[in-house]
């Protein structure tokens, strides 16, 4: 059983016509004076104040060692106290604070403040940005003040407390609550039985989904019967993530995208996570992979770091690699941003297109195979073994359409005790130069030997595909890991 506990300065900060939870004094939280029937609890922090060493601040403190969810965490009250950390946060936010205030003319003056009561807010034009601000800064009560210097632009966030709401916001601030935790916390009654809670991260119009529809659905049952409440959740649930004990990215992942905000968040929460940040800033780069597998004798391609002002460029690679010359940019994933150089007008076209989006790119000699090994890595150990063959009358897995669709080629799944011994080695010798986490390593195989291309931090785990040998039990084994995780975790 979950308990929903407002921790108050006063009851009398609180009506007693309100939605009804437990509501209990900061004093009382403080001394750990907690409802006997309590069981999992979820703090709703509503001091008057959260400054730091207040016992605002402390509520929150205390309710992360006490294993409580709590919302404003203390990282949280931390990053409000410090403009310059939220201006940073807000950057990304500034084409959609000028959609939202398209309709304000000067009439309406320069400057005006939103109440955002746990991601809503009153106005409608205003909504989508109250749920991205409370994303990023999950508190109950948030006061935003726009300016507008030529463009509108978020000039503060700050607390707001019991004691600032009026009559209408004080309405306001109760249905959003009432909100919050009907769909944000109350969950079926097979969540309360539940030893975890783990989210998984996905987005189900994504073209190319590291996990299909059948294979989420395979981790939410697999979870269910080792006591493990696995939930979907989007890129909308950030504010949600100290709901939970683990999380899971089954969606793309890049540096500057909200997945890897997400595995931030989850690390900071103390969350058993995959892909863990680490993992993401380390293979999301191949320029990074190219250097680690190289100073660490991993046999590769013949790859060459490309820098956008070395004047003898071409003349460079040529003597170093024969034409076709393969040229990636460095975050690329699913055969994106890899392209193949047939000759010296070729590079220049390619390399000048390139150089626009990064200031270095990887030219990598041309090994053609008709396939590329994936071997899948949980753990340091090898989990799964696949042949993935190039799309029809093209040199790559992916080919993509002018229209933007995908073409991928056909694949076989083998026992990982089928797959050349070779093979395995070399994916496990790049693999854990990474980590422990969920790793898919793309190899090549020809008469020249074994060597390894990219280690991706989101490897593919479909049905029908990765799951064709080990079935059910390749979820099962998934879901096991994060238990023991999430155990030692506890422990």
Same mark, same amino acid.
């Given at each position: ?16 016509? @309100?939605?009804?939870? #437990?509501?209990?004094? !900061? ?21 008057? &104040? ?36 939220? !201006?940073?946060?807000? &950057? ?31 106005? +409608? ?15 109950? *009560? ?29 309405t306001q601030f109760s249905a959003a609550l ?29 073209? *190319? ?12 049952? @697999? ?17 949600? *993530?100290?709901?939970? !004990? ?21 690390? &900071?929460?103390? =969350?058993?996570?995959?892909?863990? +940040? ?20 991993? +046999? #590769? ?31 690329? &994933?699913?055969?994106?941003g890899v392209f193949k150089a047939g000759d ?24 053609? #195979? ?31 359409? !002018? ?43 020809? @008469? ?14 479909d049905a029908g595909v990765e799951d064709e ?9 998934? =879901? ?5 995780? =999430?155990? *030692?975790?506890?422990?």
């Amino acid at each position: 059983m979950t308990t929903d506990i407002l921790v108050v300065d006063s009851v009398r900060d609180w009506p007693a016509n @309100e939605p009804a939870v #437990t509501v209990i004094t !900061d004093a009382d939280y403080i001394a750990g004076a907690l409802p006997q029937s309590a069981g999992r609890v979820r703090i709703i922090n509503l001091c008057r &104040s959260y400054r730091y060493l207040s016992t605002g601040y402390y509520c929150s403190l205390l309710a992360e060692a006490r294993r409580h969810k709590v919302i404003p965490t203390v990282k949280t009250i931390s990053d409000l106290s410090r403009k310059a950390i939220y !201006d940073l946060e807000l &950057s990304d936010l500034d084409a959609l604070v000028q959609k939202s205030a398209r309709k304000r003319t000067a009439e309406d003056g320069d400057r005006f403040e939103l109440a955002v009561c746990f991601g809503r807010c009153e106005d +409608p034009d205003f909504e989508e940005l109250a749920r991205e601000i409370f994303e990023l800064f999950p508190c109950p *009560l948030l006061r935003v003040e726009l300016r507008r210097r030529g463009r509108w632009r978020i000039e503060a966030v700050r607390p707001a407390h019991l004691q600032h709401l009026n009559g209408g916001l004080q309405t306001q601030f109760s249905a959003a609550l009432g909100h919050y935790v009907a769909r944000r916390w109350q969950g079926p009654k097979a969540r309360r039985t539940s030893k975890y809670d783990l989210a998984v991260l996905h987005n189900p119009d994504e073209q *190319l989904a590291p996990s299909n529809r059948r294979a989420l659905q395979s981790f939410v049952r @697999e979870g269910k019967a080792l006591g493990v409440d696995v939930e979907l959740i989007g890129r909308r649930d950030y504010g949600r *993530l100290a709901e939970f !004990d683990a999380l899971f990215i089954r969606e793309t992942t890049a540096i500057d995208h909200y997945t890897y905000r997400f595995a931030k968040k989850a690390e &900071s929460e103390g =969350m058993v996570v995959i892909d863990d +940040p680490d993992s993401i800033l380390k293979c999301t780069n191949k320029v990074y992979l190219a250097e680690l597998l190289r100073a660490n004798r991993v +046999p #590769t391609p013949r790859t060459l770091i490309l820098q956008r002002d070395r004047k003898d460029l071409r003349a460079w690679v040529e003597s170093e690699i024969p034409y076709p010359v393969i040229l990636k940019i460095p975050d690329g &994933s699913f055969s994106r941003g890899v392209f193949k150089a047939g000759d010296a007008a070729a590079f220049e076209e390619v390399t000048a297109r390139l150089f626009r989006e990064s200031d270095l790119l990887l030219a990598q000699e041309f090994r053609y #195979t008709p396939f590329d090994w994936r071997i899948g890595v949980f753990n340091r150990r090898p989990l799964y073994a696949c042949r993935y063959f190039m799309s029809r009358r093209h040199w790559q897995i992916v080919r993509h359409r !002018d229209n933007g669709r995908p073409v991928a080629g056909d694949s076989e799944t083998l026992a990982v005790e089928d797959a050349p011994r070779t093979v395995v080695e070399a994916a496990l010798r790049a693999a854990n130069l990474i980590g422990d986490g969920l790793y898919g390593v793309d190899l090549k195989e020809d @008469e020249r030997g074994v060597c390894v291309i990219e280690v991706n931090d989101n490897p593919n785990l479909d049905a029908g595909v990765e799951d064709e040998v080990l079935k059910e039990r390749l979820y099962r084994a998934v =879901m096991e890991e994060f238990v023991r995780r =999430m155990e *030692l975790r506890r422990s």
